[in-house]
Every structure is written in C-alpha cells, then in structure tokens.
C-alpha cells in the first residue's frame, strides 16, 4: 500500500526554522506533483507550496519568500523548509502526492496524516 508519513513538526519561537519531510513509500511507478497543505483551527485547509516532478516550484503569497520546497524523486521525499516563522504559521501541515501505484490504472491522490507546527513565543 502507498502511504506519505511526515516528520519534522514542532513547537519554535517566532523567527525560528523549521523543516518539514514527507516521505512516500510503498509499490510505487512513479510520483507527480508533490505538495504541502496547512489547517489551522476554524480554517479551511489551504495550499502552502508545491513542487512538480521537473522541479517546478509554486507557493502562497503569505510565504512566499520564507518557505522553500524541494524534493528528493530517487527518496521519494518533498521537503518544506519554513524560515522566518510567524505566529499565523501555526497550523497542522499535511503533505500530498500524486501517485501512480503498481497495477493501478491511473494516479491517485494521497495525503499524509499531518504534523503539528506550533510557532509560539
């Protein structure tokens, strides 16, 4: 079965870093677009960043210039690294994936369970 885990979540203080992993694994073809999302409490989920398998990189204005994401296609692994950390970033971060899986007829969408990100002084 294909599954995303996340790691890398925590609590920092306003101006720290974070970095966010999103590992996928299972009887994986090959993977698409790779992406983070973020909820808050009483918010609706929204798209933080995300990164296509060539490498093209999109982002939300509220980060654009803090966060940057990457990934690793040999690892199958996307990377949000989060810099210059403000309150509102507080959220729970999931990571998604569009993946072809073995005997699969076409892609399917995943999604990780989420990490809690906490910026907080």
């Known amino acids: 079965q294909v599954q995303l885990v996340e790691s890398g979540g925590g609590l920092v203080q306003p101006g720290g870093s974070l970095r966010l992993s999103c590992a996928a694994s299972?009887?994986?073809?090959?993977?698409?677009?790779m992406a983070w999302y973020r909820q808050a409490p009483g918010k609706q989920r929204e798209l933080v960043a995300g990164?296509?398998?060539?490498?093209?990189?999109y982002y939300a204005d509220s980060v654009k210039g803090r966060f940057t994401i990457s990934r690793d296609n040999a690892k199958n692994t996307v990377y949000l690294q989060m810099n210059s950390l403000k309150p509102e970033d507080t959220a729970v971060y999931y990571c998604?994936?569009?993946?072809?899986?073995?005997?699969?007829?076409?892609?399917?969408?995943?999604w990780g369970q989420g990490t809690q990100v906490t910026v907080s002084s």
């Open positions: 990164i296509t398998k060539g490498g093209n990189t």
């Open positions: 998604n994936a569009v993946i072809l899986a073995y005997g699969s007829v076409g892609p399917y969408i995943y």
């Open positions: 299972g009887s994986i073809v090959s993977i698409n677009d």
